[in-house]
């Protein structure tokens, strides 16, 4: 009688992938690399995972925090037996890969950035019990590659660029990912082309800085040529890179959203200046108007730093007077958080971390009313929208407005007369709102 040979088990990987959107499509590549390796890809399902990838964010103190309690409780996990080998990845990975390795002995692997690219390989020596630690130059980052999508498969964030030139003095992030380096527009086109292809409605472009991407206007126009897609949207860009071609180009493209989202940081001149900031008030209000004449109605997200050394209340107050002029359609504010390395950690005149936070508190309810005004004056106007799932219960859709990015802003329930799928744009009159929850009809 032949002896049936048992196939061998399929070793499971589990993901928790923290932070910003460049940290996710880090993630999806190491997950498309896995998978194309033969492991099965768990992503959120620890539970009998033999190796969880904690891919963390190591910008803000917040931001570690919330790596440091997810490898903690990994750890307890392991502890008790339900998954098996823990490697910690990611920008805190890149940091402070020796005081993870020293300090959290449960983790059995800690890899930098730079060893994104040979992570099959790196998996296969910690399943077999190996201690992996290794942080190649950051160059070693491939910023292409195919990506297993943590998001809906209607909308995909597309990378155009990586590291940063602009050394703001609170910013640890040209330590951690290196200077400014960018894809060939070929190589995005061909990216965007496949997402589209795959039945992406919506791509996302980022980077640590995108309006530093050379020839953006042009890059833009030729992703606006790709049949499949509808909106095309633009995070993370700098002011005094908002070009008048720029703004031309996105006032006359359909495909691109009049949306941006423009980090100001600040709008007191000597804090700007402070900050390593280039521009003053003047500047930041000349470029908003112009986005403003060209494209009326445009949706601009903007943050800012409150508590940064040598802000008193003079400084607080400018900024909060600013913010209330501006207008602005959605905004986050963030306490100073100091971050060694970077040459703010040790400026004089730091900020009592109490005072900053009521300084956010202030700014955040007073742009809590601002949001309100806008969603109010938008009933009976009829919106663009874009389904992202549909509520059996109710017989209503979740969607997003052109003004709202995904996993950021708010969202919007309407109903429709026809059945709808994710991805599908439809014309939305506004009725009203449900808490702060925009309620609308399809027409």
Known sequence: MPILKRKPKVQRIALISLGCPKNQVNAERMMHDLQAAGFAIAESVYSGADAVIV?????????????????????????????????????????????????????????????????????????????????????CLQLGGERKLLSPQHWAYLQIADGCNNCCTYCAIPGIRGPFRHRSTEDILAEAEALCAAGARELVLIAQDVTAYPALPALLQQLCQLEELQWLRLLYCYPDEISDELIA????????????????????????AAMGRRGTQADITAVLNKLRAAMPGIAIRTTFICGFPGEDEAAFETLAEFVAAQNFTHMGAFA???QEGTPAFSFPNQVDPEIAQQRVEILTQQQAEIALQHKEQLAGQTMQAMVEAHDPYTDSYLARTAADAPEIDGMLAFTSPRHLQPGE?????????????????AL
């Open 55 to 139: 891919n963390t964010c190591g910008f803000v103190d917040d931001a570690k925090k919330e790596a440091i309690d997810s490898i903690l409780e990994m750890a307890q996990l392991k502890a008790d037996g339900t998954i098996g080998k823990i490697l910690v990845t990611g920008c805190m990975a890149q940091r402070y890969q020796d005081e993870i390795t020293a300090e959290i002995p449960e983790v059995d692997g800690v890899l930098g950035l730079g060893a994104n690219d040979s992570i099959v390989q790196h998996m296969q020596e910690l399943l077999g019990g190996a201690a992996v630690s290794e942080s190649p130059d950051i160059s």
């Open 249 to 272: 180009t996105m006032a006359s493209e359909d495909k691109i959203v009049k949306y941006i989202d423009l980090p100001l940081q600040h709008a007191d001149d000597r804090i700007l």
């Open 336 to 338: 100073f958080s100091p």
């Open 425 to 441: 744009v439809a014309q939305v009159q506004i009725i009203g709102l449900k808490e702060d929850m925009l309620i609308g009809k």
